[in-house]
């Protein structure tokens, strides 16, 4: 049984220093920021060495209620391949509601975002899983995500519907101990009980990674040392199973090299400990050689558990099955999809739309994830468009916070950077005749030339530019 080894997660900021790394035996990338067509040069030379490159989807939103878009699927697919990826890895979240099950507005949350822990829930994503694992080339692997809110009426605990999700699908899990350490601070879960409900065997690998505390919520900020808390739920998981693959997530606020490598030694260091503590197996030659699950089997390990040798198909994930009932159709998670529906586009509306706390929720909960949310929103704005914070200086974060507050996205960040500009533009609120000059410059560059088009929209954006053109 292949294991990946130690990782960490690749982003150009810190490219140079992940090739120069030692130890590194395999990388994440966000799938999302990998283009099939024009791998990144790093990425490539990786590949070359022998690094592992694993493709980790954010916005297929696998656990919202519409099934999951085929032209997402088709990209991450090819990008898997482009990889040579053994797996692709996703999150179960939902990250948009609306639309046309609800004959309401599309909104986008520009982050995960919980699913509700019940039986709709459930059928909804088990379904959008099988459809995801007969799409792609390779095995997927689903992860747990870290949560500032609670869905009230929930009907399950987070390992007993994991466990239910591995049982129904074959599917494998990416298990976040930072994640679980945050539902412990923010929703009161106990870290160690859901280790006891999880199918550890299912593990495909772990992520660790660090975050913060403020006012009694833990924020899961990938821009800060792995605290001991969660080091030690890693060491809890290593003591029921060798994950294959071990990985430090970073997101921003990188520190030197030098310290990510030292992070990454006490990873190590912290799963040998806890490897060490494992009970030997009785009848195992080599328990140690057996101890977690494979993400790469051979045919014959395939054909001994049952599991089909197509990579495309679900795999068997080796944890206890309660039933071998067929699959429903998919005409009968219908009415479910219609009931989730509702409650994801009432809950998001309320998050990012200004409207009615939904029945059950706590208001102060979802103050604290809708400020987060903005937050979130405008700093990958600014990653997507960095010559935004520049023209503005400054001023970049309070007016684009202002603005996020009465506008939701509706078409993803780079959507979402022209009509912030466009809306500082029209306003007229730009008092720098400086200021005003370079951003509209920078979003008639960006706007594309005026459309030919009679539709509403189109008029709206020639008229746009002229107004633009005129100051």
Known sequence: MKHLGTGIGWRPEIADAVERMPGID???????????GHLPESL????????????????????????????????????????????????IAFVRAGGALTASPRLEAGHLLPVPRTRDALDVLCENIRIAQEALPVPLAVENIAALISWPGEEMTEGQFLYDLVDRTGVRLLIDVANLHT??????????????????????????????????????????????????????????VRPPGVLLERDENFPAPAELERELMVIRETVEKGAAQQPPRVGTPDSGDQRGSSVQESSDDQESSGAPKSSGAPQDSGAPRTSDAPQEPSASTDPARQRLALAQAALLSALVAGTPVPEGFDGTRLSVQARALAGKRADVVAKVAPELPEILAGAYRKAFLAYAHVHPMTDGYRRDALDFAEHLLLNGRLEDADVRRRLSHWWLERSGPAPLSQHPAARLARATRRVLLRR
Do not use: M, Q
């Open 183 to 240: 539902n412990h601070v923010n929703r009161g879960e106990d870290p160690a009980k859901a280790l006891d409900e999880l199918p550890v065997e299912a593990i495909a690998y772990v992520h660790v990674a660090g975050g913060f505390e403020r006012d009694g919520v833990w924020h899961d900020s990938h821009a800060h040392a792995v605290p001991p808390a969660v080091l030690a739920i890693l060491a809890d998981l290593s003591s029921r």
């Open 44 to 91: 490539v030379r990786l590949r070359e060495r022998g690094v592992t490159v694993v493709p980790h989807g954010v916005s297929l939103g696998l656990g919202g209620a519409d099934r999951p878009a085929e032209e997402k699927l088709a990209e991450l697919a090819a990008t898997a391949e482009a990889l040579g990826s053994p797996l692709v890895t996703e999150h």
């Open 26 to 36: 395999w990388v994440e990338a966000v799938a999302e920021n990998v283009c099939p």
